[in-house]
Nanobody, 125 residues
Framework: EVQLVESGGGLVQAGGSLRLSCAAS????????IGWFRQAPGKEREGVTC????????YYSDSVKGRFTISSDNAKNTVYLQMNSLKPDDTGVYYC??????????????????WGKGTLVTVSS
């Protein structure tokens, strides 16, 4: 059974940090690109960052560049999202997803085959 399980969300004050984890199982982790997405209340889901399985390249949306860092521990089948200097606009449900045919655009990452259920991040002002 394919599973992607996010954890690490919570409530944090603006300027603070959180680290999200995405634990994967049930598929060949090394062969899949992993993306982090978020959906704020009343808004469409957007791509935040992703890491390519092909060459390890990382991509970030302009809104998080310089503040968020994606990393992968292939031995643990886990991808992390380190979020620093958090802002209230970062509030939302954060999802991780895995895809075998990654297509990167400035605001979204296409080709995702599996999705987690999400973890809520709330940044207070």
């Amino acid at each position: 059974e394919v599973q992607l399980v996010e954890s690490g969300g919570g409530l944090v004050q603006a300027g603070g940090s959180l680290r999200l984890s995405c634990a994967a199982s049930g598929f060949s982790f090394d062969d899949y690109s992993i993306g982090w997405f978020r959906q704020a209340p009343g808004k469409e889901r957007e791509g935040v960052t992703c890491i390519s399985s092909r060459d390890g390249s990382t991509y970030y949306s302009d809104s998080v560049k310089g503040r968020f860092t994606i990393s992968s521990d292939n031995a643990k089948n886990t991808v992390y999202l380190q979020m620093n200097s958090l802002k209230p606009d970062d509030t939302g449900v954060y999802y991780c997803a895995a895809g075998g045919s990654l297509v990167v655009t400035p605001t979204y990452y296409y080709g995702m085959d599996y999705w987690g259920k999400g973890t809520l991040v709330t940044v207070s002002s």
